[in-house]
């Protein structure tokens, strides 16, 4: 059963204007080691970067009310599978959430051009017979 989905659309001008003005501040801050590492290592890493941070915001918006907890950015991590699939990893509140809430998995896509990256997350609960 789905509970809950969310779509996000970054700039990814933006994104790398952050990342320039802020520098390392901005993307230890939003990001997780495991991102900025799959990012750089792509010839267009805001591209990545931008889609990740979508990612986050849908995730909070599939959870609904994530904007009334203490919630870190890197309490939600995007990780690939070897397919390229992305999967989410959750820390912190928003795995507290995903617990409260008994949601089961998280289905999550990605794309990006040069200019936008967007994302949507669906919530699962698995049906109890
Ligand atoms: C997935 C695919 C459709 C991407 O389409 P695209 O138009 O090139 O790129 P988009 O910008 O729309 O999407 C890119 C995102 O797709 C997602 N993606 C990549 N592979 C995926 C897969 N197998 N399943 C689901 N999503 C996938 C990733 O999140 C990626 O963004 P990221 O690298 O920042 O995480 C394309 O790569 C494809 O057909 N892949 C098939 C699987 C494949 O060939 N794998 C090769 C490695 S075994």
């Known amino acids: 059963?789905?509970?809950?989905?969310?779509?996000d659309i970054v700039?990814?001008?933006?994104?790398?204007?952050?990342?320039?003005?802020?520098k390392d501040?901005?993307?230890?801050r939003v990001f997780t080691n495991k991102e900025i590492g799959y990012s750089k290592e792509?010839?267009?890493s805001y591209q990545h970067l931008a889609a990740r941070f979508a990612a986050k915001e849908a995730v909070l918006k599939?959870?609904?009310?994530?904007?009334?907890?203490?919630?870190?950015?890197?309490?939600?991590?995007?990780?690939?599978?070897?397919?390229?699939k992305p999967i989410v990893k959750l820390y912190g509140n928003v795995k507290k959430m995903?617990?409260?809430m008994?949601?089961?998995?998280?289905?999550?896509?990605?794309?990006?051009?040069?200019?936008?990256a967007?994302?949507?997350?669906?919530?699962v609960r698995n049906d109890k017979i």
Not at 11 to 22: D, F, L, P
């Open 102 to 116: 008994k949601v089961d998995d998280i289905i999550i896509s990605l794309s990006h051009t040069r200019t936008y």
């Open 1 to 7: 059963m789905i509970i809950g989905t969310g779509i």
């Open 62 to 84: 599939a959870f609904g009310d994530g904007w009334n907890k203490r919630v870190e950015w890197t309490d939600v991590e995007i990780w690939n599978e070897k397919s390229g």
């Open 42 to 44: 792509r010839p267009y």
């Open 11 to 22: 700039e990814i001008s933006r994104v790398k204007n952050a990342t320039v003005n802020w």
């Open 118 to 123: 967007v994302a949507s997350a669906i919530l």
């Open 98 to 100: 995903k617990e409260k």
């Open 25 to 28: 501040k901005f993307l230890k």
